[in-house]
Nanobody
Framework: QVPLVESGGGLVQAGDSLRLSCAAS????????MGWFRRTPGKEREKVAS????????YYADSVKGRFTIYRDNAKNTMTLQMNSLKPEDTGVYYC???????????WGQGTQVTVSS
């Protein structure tokens, strides 16, 4: 059983929005840090956004600040990435991840493809 499952990817045009969801199953991640990563063509895997278990600490990569927003609902064991004003360089496979904190993630989803056309 895959503990984290992403959904919501797709093909959109530049300037459009997408909402990615991450659903956890089999265990609760309410005490875990959770984050979104992406792997884009020709680049290393990049952490896009993350949020601590309580939501007190939030991180955004400079490339997405002001455009992406991360949410989590510990009661529902879900996490969301709202992506606005998408750019072609946002194209990639997006993964959700969970971990104990300290920027260490030991649970990963299988990824969802986001493609932004110009």
């Amino acid at each position: 059983q895959v503990p984290l499952v992403e959904s919501g990817g797709g093909l959109v045009q530049a300037g459009d929005s997408l909402r990615l969801s991450c659903a956890a199953s089999g265990r609760t991640f309410s005490s875990s840090s959770m984050g979104w990563f992406r792997r884009t063509p020709g680049k290393e895997r990049e952490k896009v956004a993350s949020m601590s278990s309580t939501g007190a600490n939030v991180y955004y990569a400079d490339s997405v600040k002001g455009r992406f927003t991360i949410y989590r609902d510990n009661a529902k064991n879900t996490m969301t990435l709202q992506m606005n004003s998408l750019k072609p360089e946002d194209t990639g496979v997006y993964y959700c991840a969970a971990g104990p904190g300290g920027d260490y993630y030991d649970y990963w989803g299988q990824g969802t493809q986001v493609t932004v056309s110009s």
